[in-house]
């Protein structure tokens, strides 16, 4: 991805669950460019304390296939700035 406008609002997230949304597009081979929003991400990971978040494949590959019928119509869920 080159350098231009960003795609989602600058925001922290831990490394679990930035781990977790790259292998969530891995196993599902969902596009390398498309981006899952932080408040998205808790639909389908549980995080752990001081262990490896769980992730549910299937609540993650039903909100990529939501939000990819919305055509752009449907609203994503993002933190406020």
Sequence with gaps: MGLGVPQLPETLICDQCNSADGTVKRM????ENFLFSPLEMRIFIEATP???????????????????NS???GSRLFFKI
Excluded: Q
Excluded at 28 to 31: A, T, V
Excluded at 50 to 68: E, N, P, Q, S, W
């Design 28 to 31: 599902l081979k969902l596009p």
């Design 50 to 68: 001081h262990g490896k978040h769980k992730i549910d494949y299937v609540r993650a590959l039903d909100l990529f296939t939501i939000l990819m």
């Design 71 to 73: 055509n752009g119509h």
